[in-house]
């Protein structure tokens, strides 16, 4: 089963964000902000796909990205940013540290569920 | 009244509002949580359904009206996919309050410890106004603020460039 990592400080976020990759029958781990989903990603957690937020505390999406992309076992895992930073500036922050999509949220299920499907083929 | 008692006064104002913005966004939480709930449990109620079709794919029982049921099913899954998104304008909602209580709370620390007439606080007023307007999170956002209190230096970009730049809600782009 294609275990994804969804990465946000907001609970009702990380909650639709589950029900959404659930309904399709995704595996779902979760993590409230970037520090927690390095820990786990540093513990071996072998995931298919990260689907994260930008601002958080302790570590944001962006810095979260980049330590990501550093680590030798996640170098080839798509990273999905979903946020609601619309700005181009930050789009080319992302991705210059690596990110492979961005989504601006209020996201729609059919669109990231096509978008997921697309990336983890 | 002198202007430092007034400071005070506008100080204790500006704090009892970001404390009532804090409570209401409390008081909600609950009731958005049933909420999300609620979505996941008619998510997962639709998925059982589904699988309860096609475990039970037997002409004599369903096959009258298979139709309407797949057709029931894939209405009621738009209607959950569209309480999905419409729940996420709350995590927004959220965000925005707590980037305008950073700011009266800044606004609040400046007017309790600061005399009015020191030059030096223009430049404290300005960094605040700019943060708050880069933490903002849409461009409506931002041209409210730019028009309800203005950059000092003018305008530098205008709308319809910064509209633009932005990318609109739900689009998605793959690098």
């Not at chain 2, 430049?123 to 409210?144: D, F, G, K």
Request: glycine residues 6%.
């Amino acid at each position: 089963m294609t275990r994804i990592l969804a990465v946000d400080d907001s609970p009702s976020m990380r909650q639709m964000v589950g029900v959404t990759l659930k309904s399709a029958g995704y595996e779902v781990l979760e993590a409230c902000d970037g520090q927690e989903a390095l820990n786990l990603a540093k513990g071996q957690a072998a995931v298919d796909l990260v689907i994260t937020d930008v601002n958080m505390p302790n570590m944001d999406g962006i810095t979260l990205v980049r330590e990501l992309r550093a680590l030798p076992h996640y170098r080839g895992v798509p990273l999905l940013v979903l946020t609601t930073e619309a700005s181009a500036e930050k789009k080319m922050e992302g991705k210059a540290a690596g990110a492979t999509g961005w989504v601006v949220k209020p996201f729609s299920p059919d669109r990231l569920l096509a978008t997921i499907a697309r990336i983890v083929a | 009244m002198e202007k430092t008692g007034q400071s005070t006064e506008a100080a204790q104002a500006v704090a009892a509002s970001v404390a009532q913005i804090e409570l209401a966004v409390r008081e909600v939480q609950p009731s958005v949580e049933a909420l999300g709930l609620l979505i996941d449990q008619l998510s997962s109620g639709l998925g059982a359904l589904r699988t309860a079709r096609r475990r039970n794919d037997n002409p004599d029982v369903v096959a009258v009206f298979p139709d309407e049921f797949d057709r029931a099913v894939d209405k009621l899954q738009k209607q959950v996919n569209g309480s999905i998104m419409h729940l996420q304008f709350y995590d927004r909602l959220v965000q925005h309050l707590k980037h305008v209580q950073d700011y009266l709370s800044g606004t609040a620390g400046e007017l309790a410890s600061h005399s009015m007439c020191d030059p030096a606080d223009a430049e404290v007023w300005n960094s605040m106004r700019e943060r708050l307007r880069t933490r903002l999170i849409s461009q409506a956002q931002r041209q409210l603020l730019d028009a309800m209190l203005p950059p000092p230096e003018g305008f530098n970009v205008n709308s319809e460039q910064a509209r633009a730049e932005c990318a609109t809600q739900g689009s998605v782009e793959l690098f």
